[in-house]
């Protein structure tokens, strides 16, 4: 919704608490993330005052982010920034700028980075932030002036020790090094480690642009071993085309030997999704030529290379072995589930929480294996983590090794809940929790916090 105060233009997508739900889709994120939170905690037996202290974040900021537009206008827009837990260790999360974007998936979205930070077993805790605006819709001088406003209310709840945001939809490492920046001006020393997801040269580590996309790959490839399946010959179907979808798609050709038929995309000039399909596979280094920052493939130049191009769900019926939606959450849910092929052996989560409770139910009937967001996704904050690392020491590490690193801690982490499955016989996402929650309430017991 847009109106105008006093000449002002305000855009209210984080104002109330009714507008900050999620308005007309399937379901409300954070009741998602509460709900799935909720179910494990009752199957552990969590002391009830535990469980309530984490099925809501410790601390919420909301704010306005005004920004002076190039025509010499006031914008206002509303930011967040949300803390669900730091009993591991700092908050860590990423920054969101999308029209949709509310406090409610703030919540969900931070609550999920405590359980992946403890999933991959790194010294974090889980937060998130965002701001309601469509950044294509900025030019580059508008959007840096938004991010660096955005540090400006907030700069003095962030920190390397207490909060370190880094980028997820629509941010990117520029919008990183901008706020680094204007972070390192407010306190008047160099202070990389506020934020991660910075450009190589500029505080950032090698291996942090692919390190989401790559784990992805890593903890199907682990998949695969467990199912027994020959990784070269399997196939995918992906939603998304930016960061985390663009290097599983690579990730996907190059470290598994395997084929991605589709792709998909939000066309923000169409206002519409679309899917690309090659039955012979698609060449994710061709399409990420054309493709924009904001992960939008050329429709045109899509089609004249022969790539079918069909409305944005076809996606998730195609015939193939793995599915992996890396978009936004919500989007198997329990009105789409019934399109995922039977062909399908592997939901791969890419995004965070792209499959609602009710589908996942749907589809665990049908045998489908899934590797749970805080999982699959978890690499981006474990490089992340290794980029904390690296800013502490001023010392920055080779890509091999960074890339070797990941694997290894993916991998440890694909098998401590896969193990947890087999020998609760719940599913992969319940272990994952359990995993997760563990360690968590450790950490708050042996601060003294309960
Ligand atoms: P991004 O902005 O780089 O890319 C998002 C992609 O999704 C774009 O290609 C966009 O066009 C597409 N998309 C949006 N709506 C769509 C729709 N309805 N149908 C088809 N495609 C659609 O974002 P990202 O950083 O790749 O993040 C994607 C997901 O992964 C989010 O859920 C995010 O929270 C999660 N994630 C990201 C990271 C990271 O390191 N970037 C880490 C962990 C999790």
Redesign the pocket.
Known sequence: MRCYIAGVRHHFGLLTDQETTYKGDIVNAFEMAQSEFDKVAEYLNLDKNIASLLRWPLREFRFQVPIRMDDGSLQVFFGNRVQHNDSRGPCKG?I?FHPKESLDVTRA?AMWMTWKCAIVDIPLGGGKGGVAVDPSMLSTSEKERLCRVWVNQIWKNIGPRNDVP?????TTPQMMGWMMDEYTKLTGSYNPGVIT?KPVGAGGSAGRTE??GFGVVYTIRESMKHLNMDASQSTASI???????QHAAIGFADILGGKVVSV????HKAKD?FTYSKADGIDPHFLQGI?DI???IDREKASEAGYQVEH?DA?LSKDVDVLIP????A?INKDTAGQVSKKVRIIAE?????TTPEAEAILLKKDVFFIP?CLC?????TVSYFEGVQNDMNYYWKREEVIDLLDEKLTNAFNSVLQKSLERGVSTRDASYIVAIDRVVNAMQFRGWV
């Open positions: 990423g969101r979205l880094a980028p997820d939809v629509g997801g390190a989401t939603q998304g085309f930016g960061n985390v979808s998909s995309c939000w066309d999704a493709t904001y992960g939008t944005g996606w890396a978009a936004l959450e989007q890419g995004a965070n929480g792209p967001d996704n978890a690499g981006g904050v």
